[in-house]
C-alpha cells in the first residue's frame, strides 16, 4: 500500500502492504492473501554513488485479516 524507498525512509516511519500468498499453518489459511500489515521502519542505510548497497530493516506489528486486527510479536 505505501512505498518505502532507502533513500527517503526514515527510522520509526510507519507503513502499511498487504499479503501476496496466503499464509499456511498446518495445511490451513492463517493469513489470507490480500491481508493488510502494518509495519515500521527500524533501521535504514541509503546507498550512495560510491557504494550502492542500500539497507532497510522493517517490523512488522499488526496484521488485518478479514477486517479484525491483530497485533504481530
Known sequence: IDSLD???AMVEDRFETTTIADVLVGGHVAIPAGSVVRGVVT???PGTHTNR???MT???DQVTVNGEAH???
Open 43 to 45: 533501521a535504514v542505510s
Open 71 to 73: 497485533p504481530i510479536r
Open 53 to 55: 548497497k542500500a539497507r
Open 6 to 8: 532507502s533513500g527517503k
Open 58 to 60: 522493517v517490523s512488522f
